[in-house]
């Protein structure tokens, strides 16, 4: 087993989100199950259901300088990008498949 991410703020008992390693975003595909280290010490099990990709420099809500350098073609800055996933909850598998 490898870890993947780790899970991010807007995570609830039925619904999570994940920011991915660096590189995982070429292995973690949507239909993965994964298993959640949670912090009370249990683990859950997740099913990947979307892939996300953020970069700050790129929005398209407002102009910066990002959007001017792919309006001519060339690459924006990657500083500020990260992909992630959500993930549907299944639920506590630490002693069998309860409700979380």
Do not use: H, W
């Not at 199950?33 to 990709?53: E, H, S, T």
Request: charged share 25%; proline share 2%.
């Amino acid at each position: 087993m490898k870890k993947i991410g780790i899970v991010s703020s807007g995570s609830s008992e039925t619904d999570a989100q994940i920011v991915l390693n660096e590189g995982m975003e070429k292995e973690v595909k949507v239909e993965d199950l994964v298993l959640i280290d949670n912090q009370a010490g249990n683990k859950i099990l997740a099913v990947c259901r979307k892939g996300i990709g953020t970069n700050d420099n790129i929005k398209t809500s407002t102009f910066s300088p990002g959007v001017a350098y792919a309006r001519n073609g060339r690459k924006p800055s990657n500083a500020k990008e990260f992909y992630g996933f959500s993930l549907l909850v299944i639920g506590d598998v630490s002693g069998g498949l309860r409700q979380n």
